[in-house]
C-alpha cells in the first residue's frame, strides 16, 4: 500500500541530520495536533489562531536560526526551512505569522539593531511573548520600495514619522513595528525604526474582506507626526539593502514553505483519488488523473532539491538573493499550479472547505505577490543573466 | 533520584505494516519508528520528578539502527543520558529474554526509579516491566494514571475495573504508564539542540555480562513463527430510501444478516 502522508519521492530524508528530522517531526506533529484541528474555523471566520502564538514561540519556531544568546535555537538554514515547510502545510497564514517574527522582525533587531534593542526585544520576540510586523509596502508604492513616501524627520527629540504603509502581516496586533522610512530625499537615505504600539500617532487598522490569508491579520499602518526615540532607530543599516536583506530571509522561508502547501494539496488529491471511486473503479487508475498525480510529484521533488540545496550554500555563506528569487518564483509558483490541479482531482469537493485545497489555492495567491511579486523575480533572474536591469 | 526510563522504538501507529519474506517479521525497511506511546508517558513523568526534586534521567533502548533517534528525542525532552543497548545476539520475540538484558542494563545503572510505559504498542506483551522486576527484586506498580513520590517511597493510583486502586511501595521501584498520567511535552528546539551534546552511549549483550546462550535464541522460550494480516473488511453498505424504509431495513439487517438482534 503506498504511503500518502510521506512525500519525499527523492528520499530527501537521507540527506538530512536526526536534529534536522526531529525539527521537521516535531513541526509536524504540532501542526496535526494544534493548527489542522482549528485552521479551517479560523480561515472561514478570518481570524488568526492567536492561543497558538505562545505555544509556537516555546517550542522555538520564531527565529530558531538566530543564536541561543538572544533566547533562539541556534539551529541552520535547513531545519529553518524544514520548520517553515511544516507551517505552510498548515496553512500559509501560519507560516507567514512566523516568517514575519523570525526574517523580516528578529532578523534586522538582530542584524542592524544595537546590543540594548536586542536585548529588549529579541528574547520576548523569540517566545511570542511579543509580536512583531515588518512595514515596507505603501499605498502607492510595492514593487518599487525605493519610491517610498514615508518619512522620518530628525528633531530634538529623535524622530518624527509621517506616512503610511500597506498590506502589513500582524500589523494590528504587533508589539513592535519594524518601519522604513526616507529621512532624506534619496533611496540612500532610508532608515529602519522600531516603533512601539501605543506610540503617539500610530494607528494600525485592520484591513478587511480579504478573500486570500484569511487566517493572518493584515493591516494599514499610519503615522501622523510619530514621535520616536532616538533609541529607536536601527543604527546598523542605510538604504534599501537593509529591508532587502530582511526579504532575503524571508524569501529563503518561503521557498520551503510552498513545499509545504503543495504538500498539502497533493496528499489529498493522492488520498482522494485512491478512495473516490467512478466507473466502477478508483479514479487513481485513470490515466488522465496518474498524470497529474505525476507532474504534481515531480515538479514538488524538483522544488525539494532547489530549496535543500539553498539551504545548503545559505548555511555555507554563499547564497546569493538572485539564487533565492529563482526559489522563491519556482517553488510558489509550483505550489499553485499543484493547488490547481489537486482541485480538479477533488471534482466538486475541492472547492469544499471539507479539503484544505482551495484554501491553500486562495492563500498562495497572496505568496505569489507578497515578498517581491513573480514577475519581480522573474525580471530579478532576468538581470541576472543578461546583466540588463528590466525594471524599469 | 536517579531515575531510568526504558522506551521502545515502535511503528508508527498509523503505519500500514506489510509482511516480510520471512513471513514471520515486519518489513521494516520503509517504516518511520517512534517512541511507543505509553512510553512517552512514562518519560513525561520522570523528567516532571527530575525538574520537580532534582536528580537525573537516563533513557535506555534495547534494539537496531532504529533505536538513536528515539534516543535522541528522549533526551530533546530533558533527559540527560541515553543507553542504546543493542539487540545483536538477543533474541527480542521473547519478552523474558528482552526483560533479561534491561534489567542487567538497568542493575549497572543502580537507579532509585524505574519508568516503563504499561505496555509496548505493536507486540503489546505486557510483560517487560514484570519481568525486569522479577529480575531485580523491585516491586512495580503498573497501568498508574496519577504518581507521587516521597520519603523513599512511591503512591501510585492505578486504574481498576470501575474504579482506582491507591498503591504504595518503597524505592526502589518500577512503573508502568498508562495514558492520563501526564501530557507529554513536545520537545523544544532548544532541546533538540542541546540533545546532540548529551551522552549516548551503545552497549553490547557482552557489556552488560551476557553471553549468547543467555539471551540468544538458544535460551529463548518462545519464538515467533508466522504472522498475518488480518483479513480486508467488506465495503460498508448504503441504506436508501424514506426514514421508515431505511428502519425496516436496517433492523432486518441487523436481525439477519449481522444476527446482533
Ligand atoms: C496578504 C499580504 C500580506 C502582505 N504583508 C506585507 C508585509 O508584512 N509587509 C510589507 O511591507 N508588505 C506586505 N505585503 C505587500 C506585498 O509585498 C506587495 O503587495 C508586493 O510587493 C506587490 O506590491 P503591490 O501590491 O503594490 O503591486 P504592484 O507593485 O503595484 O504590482 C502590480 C502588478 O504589476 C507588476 N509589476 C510591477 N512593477 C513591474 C515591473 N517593473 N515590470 C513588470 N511588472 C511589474 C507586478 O508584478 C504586479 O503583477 C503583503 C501583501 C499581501 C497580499
Redesign the pocket.
Known amino acids: 500500500m503506498v504511503n500518502t502522508k510521506h512525500v519525499d519521492y527523492m528520499n530527501l530524508d537521507s540527506l538530512f541530520s536526526t536534529e534536522e528530522l526531529q525539527v521537521r517531526d516535531l513541526a509536524r506533529s504540532f501542526v496535526e495536533e494544534r493548527i489542522l484541528p482549528v485552521i479551517e474555523d479560523c480561515y472561514e471566520q478570518g481570524v488568526y489562531p492567536s492561543e497558538l502564538i505562545r505555544p509556537m514561540g516555546e517550542l522555538g519556531f520564531y527565529g530558531c536560526n538566530l543564536p541561543e544568546e538572544y533566547g533562539c535555537a541556534g539551529m541552520n538554514n535547513i531545519a529553518y526551512g524544514l520548520i517553515t515547510q511544516e507551517l505552510e502545510r498548515g496553512d500559509s497564514g501560519i507560516r507567514?505569522f512566523a516568517s514575519?517574527q523570525s526574517s523580516?522582525v528578529m532578523y534586522p533587531i538582530f542584524a542592524f539593531g544595537s546590543e540594548e534593542q536586542k536585548r529588549k526585544w529579541l528574547p520576548a520576540l523569540a517566545t511570542g511573548e511579543k509580536i512583531g510586523?515588518?512595514?515596507?509596502?505603501e499605498p502607492d508604492?510595492?514593487?518599487?520600495p525605493s519610491d517610498m513616501v514615508t518619512r522620518a524627520e530628525h528633531t530634538k527629540f529623535g524622530w518624527k514619522l509621517n506616512g503610511a504603509?500597506?498590506?502589513?502581516?500582524?500589523g494590528t496586533v504587533a508589539d513592535v513595528a519594524v518601519v522604513w522610512a526616507k529621512t532624506g530625499e534619496d533611496t540612500r537615505s532610508i532608515r529602519g525604526f522600531l516603533v512601539e504600539k501605543g506610540t503617539k500617532g500610530y494607528s494600525a487598522p485592520e484591513i478587511k474582506k480579504?478573500h486570500?490569508?484569511r487566517a493572518?491579520i493584515?493591516s494599514e499602518l499610519i503615522f501622523e507626526d510619530c514621535e520616536i526615540p532616538e533609541e529607536n532607530i536601527l543604527p546598523g543599516v542605510e538604504g534599501l539593502r537593509g529591508p532587502l536583506s530582511c526579504l532575503n530571509q524571508a524569501r529563503y522561508g518561503i521557498a520551503w514553505g510552498a513545499i509545504g502547501s503543495a504538500m498539502a494539496t497533493y496528499t489529498a488529491a493522492l488520498e482522494y483519488s485512491l478512495s473516490r471511486i467512478q466507473f466502477g473503479k478508483p479514479i487513481a487508475s485513470f490515466q488522465l488523473q496518474q498524470k497529474k498525480l505525476a507532474e504534481m510529484i515531480t515538479e514538488i521533488s524538483k522544488a525539494q532539491l532547489l530549496a535543500f540545496h539553498l539551504g545548503k550554500l545559505k548555511d555555507a555563506g554563499k547564497v546569493t538573493p538572485a539564487q533565492i528569487s529563482m526559489a522563491k518564483r519556482n517553488n510558489v509558483a509550483m505550489a499553485l499550479n499543484v493547488a490547481r490541479e489537486a482541485r480538479t482531482i477533488l471534482g466538486a469537493n475541492g472547492i469544499s472547505a471539507e479539503y484544505p485545497v482551495m484554501r491553500h489555492m486562495n492563500n498562495l495567491e497572496?505568496v505569489l505577490?507578497?515578498?517581491?511579486?513573480?514577475?519581480?523575480h522573474t525580471?530579478i533572474i532576468g538581470a541576472e543573466v543578461t546583466g540588463i536591469q528590466?525594471?524599469? | 533520584m536517579k531515575i531510568a526510563v526504558c522506551i521502545k522504538a515502535v511503528p508508527e501507529t498509523d503505519t500500514r505494516i506489510r509482511i516480510a519474506a520471512d513471513g514471520r517479521s515486519i518489513e521494516r525497511s520503509d517504516i518511520k519508528f517512534i517512541v511507543s506511546p505509553y512510553d512517552e508517558f512514562a518519560l513525561e513523568e520522570a523528567i516532571k520528578l527530575k525538574e520537580s526534586k532534582g536528580g537525573s534521567v537516563t533513557v535506555i533502548g534495547l534494539g537496531g539502527d532504529e533505536v538513536p533517534a528515539i534516543l535522541r528525542d528522549g533526551l530533546a525532552r530533558g533527559a540527560d543520558d541515553a543507553v542504546h543497548v543493542s539487540s545483536a545476539g538477543v533474541a527480542t520475540d521473547d519478552p523474558l529474554i528482552v526483560g533479561k538484558v534491561l534489567a542487567a542494563a538497568l542493575k549497572q545503572l543502580g537507579p532509585d526509579l524505574i519508568f516503563f510505559g504499561k505496555h509496548g504498542v505493536g507486540g503489546d506483551n505486557q510483560q517487560v516491566h514484570a519481568v525486569v522486576a522479577e529480575k531485580l527484586g523491585m516491586p512495580q506498580v503498573t497501568v498508574v494514571t496519577k504518581l507521587d513520590v516521597t520519603d523513599g517511597k512511591v503512591r501510585a493510583e492505578r486504574e481498576i475495573e470501575g474504579g482506582i486502586e491507591v498503591v504504595e511501595a518503597p524505592l526502589p521501584a518500577i512503573i508502568g504508564a498508562q495514558k492520563g498520567l501526564n501530557e507529554p511535552r513536545y520537545p523544544k528546539l532548544q532541546g533538540i539542540m542541546q540533545a546532540k551534546k548529551k551522552p549516548l552511549a551503545t552497549k553490547s549483550v557482552a557489556d552488560l555480562g551476557l553471553s549468547a546462550d543467555q539471551v540468544g535464541d538458544a535460551a529463548a522460550g518462545i519464538r515467533i513463527t508466522g504472522l498475518s494480516l488480518p483479513p480486508a473488511r467488506q465495503a460498508g453498505r448504503r441504506i436508501d430510501g424514506d426514514a421508515g424504509q431505511q428502519v425496516a431495513e436496517l433492523v432486518n439487517a441487523l436481525q439477519n444478516e449481522a444476527k446482533v438482534i
Do not use: P, Q, R
Open positions: 507567514s514575519v523580516l510586523c515588518f512595514g515596507l509596502t508604492f510595492g514593487s518599487n504603509k500597506m498590506w502589513i502581516t500582524n480579504k486570500s490569508l493572518s493584515t497572496s505577490t507578497y515578498e517581491g511579486t513573480h514577475d519581480i525580471l528590466a525594471f524599469k
